[in-house]
């Protein structure tokens, strides 16, 4: 047995445990050429690659751990965008050895992870080369309920959940050794959570959504692309975080919030009377979410500021995205 | 934008083309953060994820082509082997740059596999790093009907398709000056044609099945793993090609065909009372099919030579695998 055969023994055990609501979709999991599985009765399936790489997403000796919970954070946030409940997972993964101790601790991570997130592992790929992770998250939704980005109306608020920059927060604090680390923003940028049952409760309030990956802005901008309209964003309603606003400056904190990506949280688009509606009849999925702007029928993306209205692009955001997926 | 989302393009030019009866399972492709698809009511949903990396897979300066129709072709000789049908393709490419005169026939090389094999390009990942490919494969067979390796039974023969070797005899001439090039070895090298169709049909006829990836004895090797079980081969049954007999001497063909690898034909197993009707029902299947063994109570792969039955790791074929697949 070659080394990278003993990889797939963490794998092939991993895939032996059964998480979430949708473990016996699963007819054939890891060790066939093909995973078989049942999509339920009455669901569309969804899906989302993503990839990792060493030297782009993340720098050479990142915590294996911590690259399981942003590898999966990452892929379960595109299904939680889609308003999708999260099924299986498909797993390639590129590795310069069968480094054990970088092995153990990835496969114990990563197996936290798929619990955490109800996700069943059902197959992948090992190869040797340049440190490189891609999975492919799967998930339901009822038929024609998926959340898509190209719903939003001119009038509906633009809406975000939790709170924005903290990520790049903790990004600042990892890449400049004069700035204090602080657990919290260190953590929202190790560990982002996909906000997968808020994605799902909204799927009978919201026109439109996508997650916040690669910023507010450049998100934004995506549903806004797709469903044909424009938007103003008031920067001084953007959620951020005690922590955040603790750490760094109000102008720089703001920065992040529009522009600073990978906080995997949501950007929704909700007619003012379903806003209405979810704040009377679901107050505990209104808390979550903070009413930032409005979609408008004129294209583009602007921001309130004190001297007025001004388009996004003229406030110097207009090199939104640090990555550009294709799905 | 920035050069990454102009490498989108290609690949959502692609994504716009319909292909295989099942293009119309794509409710929302590339352009959303997850693709939305429908499994047609009675089927399962088999998938398979497997990468190319170059220095690994391929060397450097790999005709960009060649590279797509190799993924295509590695990736669907997977469903081949569930005898399930093409559906959907997503594929994570990280590039060192957005490099045009590699993605111009990279992607109209990757739009004629789409074509050929009917099977619709849904979702993608483009990152920025050392050359690789992953390909995520998707394709449907009815509830039951997977072609599973653990199916084959004592008394079951063993059959392959087409010819074998091939492959192996191509990378020979890429690797060795001294050894004159051929059009028909290079091509089965370069540009591997999964056995889709046929796997298909054998759904009636087998028991179990493997596509041959690793080579030979280590694909059978995984059927027989999977179903308790172990086989004897005649390796002066095995389908050899006229240009690999005219290239290579008989004992250096002979090991490319028992171990060399790529050739993405299928290994099958059928009852003895199938083959029978199966030569006789579907002549034109069974001729495509060699018998070269049969599967045996005794666990392990034997060979049978001159000097009576051996067992393959004591004819020298213990390192099976060049590389190892977990799904």
Redesign the interface.
């Given at each position: 047995m070659?080394e990278?055969?003993l990889?797939?023994r963490f794998?092939?055990s991993l895939g032996r445990h059964s998480h979430g609501s949708q473990a016996d979709t699963v007819?054939?999991g890891?060790?066939?050429?093909?995973?078989?599985?049942?999509?339920p009765?009455g669901q569309?399936?969804?899906?989302?690659?993503?990839?990792?790489?060493?030297?782009?997403?993340f720098v050479a000796g990142t915590d294996p751990a911590q690259l399981a919970w942003r590898l999966l954070g990452a892929s379960v946030s595109?299904?939680a965008?889609?308003g999708?409940e999260p099924a299986w997972v498909?797993?390639?993964l590129?590795l310069p050895a069968a480094d054990e101790s970088w092995l153990k601790p990835f496969s114990a991570a990563l197996g936290e992870g798929l619990a955490y997130y109800g996700i069943n592992l059902?197959?992948?790929?090992?190869?040797?080369?340049?440190l490189?992770l891609?999975a492919?998250v799967?998930?339901f939704?009822p038929?024609g309920a998926?959340l898509?980005?190209?719903g939003a109306r001119a009038g509906d608020l633009v809406c975000v959940s939790g709170t924005l920059g903290d990520s790049r927060g903790g990004l600042e604090c990892i890449l400049n050794a004069d700035i204090a680390a602080n657990d919290y923003l260190l953590d929202r940028f190790y560990r982002p959570t996909a906000r997968v049952s808020l994605g799902q409760h909204m799927r009978r309030y919201a026109t439109a959504?996508?997650?916040i990956s690669d910023g507010l802005l450049a998100d934004l901008q995506h549903i806004l692309t797709?469903s044909g309209v424009g938007a103003t964003v008031n920067p001084d309603l953007l959620p951020i975080s005690t922590q955040l606003a603790a750490h760094f400056d109000n102008e720089t904190a703001k920065r992040w919030a529009l522009s600073g990506g990978e906080d995997f949280e949501l950007c929704l688009t909700v007619a003012p009377e379903c806003w209405q509606v979810l704040c009377e009849k679901a107050p505990s999925l209104a808390a979550q979410l903070t009413v930032i702007g409005v979609v408008d029928t004129e294209p583009g993306l602007r921001l309130q500021t004190a001297e007025g209205t001004v388009s996004a692009a003229a406030a110097g955001f207009n090199?939104f995205?640090s990555?550009?997926?294709?799905?």
């Open positions: 070659d990278f055969a990889i797939n794998f092939t007819i054939q890891i060790g066939d050429d093909c995973a078989v599985l049942s999509v009765s569309s399936l969804v899906v989302s690659i993503d990839t990792l790489v060493e030297g782009t997403h595109d299904l965008a889609m999708a498909t797993l390639a590129t059902v197959g992948g790929d090992t190869t040797r080369g340049p490189s891609s492919q799967h998930g939704v038929h998926a898509l980005r190209s959504a996508a997650d797709a090199h995205a990555e550009t997926r294709n799905s």
